[in-house]
């Protein structure tokens, strides 16, 4: 059962986002937040899996909520809703440590998806958010112009899942394109993150992008 808080300062929204989550057998709605800091409050009580976070919110907003989780070593998952632009709040919200980030507009299926994957330590973005990093960095110059010293550190294959987490794959789709157990996946997963020092897979996501290792629409070796 993934055990899920959401925050909202709209009633109405919260009750909606509760029937699409509960209608899944394996997710329960097991708290409502009306503000960041009930957000926060909850969280640290209840200590869900998962808490959909809205960006704009009375006392303490989305993306502020998100940092302090992150601050107080919270082990809830972070996905930001959003039914504003997001361009700004996008890179604030992964920069504050969100695991996934959504329009509310999104259709309700990649929702109850996003917190199947998202529990399951997988970062999540919806459709035209990913469109959006893309156009990023293929309108923004590249950061750098040579891999880092810290690849050094990766063994052949650690690259070779790192290029796959690039493409924002899941543990299992990288065990299935690699030929590896999902258990063996993720032990190299982590040590990647561990050895580039990176929080999460989304960072992992920026990373090969920031640093010209993969390019929109390029595909990792097979």
Same mark, same amino acid.
């Given at each position: 059962? #993934?055990?899920?808080?959401?925050?909202? @300062? $709209?009633?109405?929204?919260?009750?909606?986002?509760?029937?699409?989550?509960?209608?899944?057998? @394996? #997710?329960?709605?097991?708290?409502?937040?009306?503000?960041?800091?009930?957000?926060?409050?909850?969280?640290?009580? *209840? $200590?869900?899996?998962?808490?959909?976070?809205? %960006?704009?919110?009375?006392?303490?907003?989305? #993306?502020?909520?998100?940092?302090?989780? #992150?601050?107080?070593?919270?082990?809830?998952?972070? %996905?930001? &809703?959003?039914? +504003?632009?997001?361009?700004?709040?996008?890179?604030?919200?992964?920069?504050?440590?969100?695991?996934?980030?959504? &329009?509310?507009?999104? $259709?309700?299926? $990649?929702? %109850?998806?996003?917190?199947?994957?998202?529990?399951?330590? @997988?970062?999540?973005?919806?459709?035209?958010?990913?469109?959006?990093?893309?156009?990023?960095? *293929?309108?923004?110059?590249?950061?750098?112009?040579?891999?880092?010293?810290? &690849?050094?550190?990766?063994?052949?294959?650690?690259?070779?899942?790192?290029?796959?987490?690039?493409?924002?794959?899941?543990?299992?789709?990288?065990?299935?394109?690699?030929?590896?157990?999902?258990?063996?996946?993720?032990?190299?997963?982590?040590?990647?993150?561990?050895?580039?020092? *990176?929080?999460?897979?989304?960072?992992?996501?920026?990373?090969? +992008?920031?640093?010209?290792?993969?390019?929109?629409?390029?595909?990792?070796?097979?």
């Amino acid at each position: 059962m #993934i055990r899920v808080v959401v925050a909202d @300062d $709209q009633a109405v929204v919260r009750s909606g986002l509760r029937m699409i989550l509960e209608a899944n057998a @394996d #997710i329960r709605v097991v708290g409502e937040a009306v503000n960041g800091r009930d957000a926060v409050t909850q969280c640290r009580e *209840l $200590q869900p899996d998962v808490v959909l976070m809205d %960006i704009r919110m009375p006392v303490l907003d989305g #993306i502020a909520a998100t940092e302090e989780l #992150i601050r107080q070593g919270s082990s809830t998952r972070v %996905i930001v &809703l959003t039914s +504003y632009g997001v361009d700004e709040n996008l890179f604030a919200a992964l920069s504050a440590g969100a695991h996934g980030f959504f &329009l509310k507009t999104d $259709q309700p299926e $990649q929702l %109850i998806h996003a917190v199947h994957r998202v529990s399951s330590d @997988d970062t999540q973005l919806g459709a035209e958010v990913v469109a959006l990093l893309l156009d990023r960095f *293929l309108t923004s110059p590249q950061s750098s112009t040579s891999p880092p010293e810290m &690849l050094r550190h990766l063994t052949a294959r650690e690259l070779e899942v790192l290029l796959t987490m690039g493409q924002g794959l899941s543990n299992a789709e990288i065990a299935a394109r690699l030929f590896v157990s999902e258990g063996t996946a993720k032990t190299h997963v982590t040590r990647i993150l561990t050895k580039l020092h *990176l929080r999460d897979r989304t960072q992992a996501v920026v990373f090969c +992008y920031e640093h010209g290792l993969l390019r929109p629409g390029a595909r990792p070796p097979t």
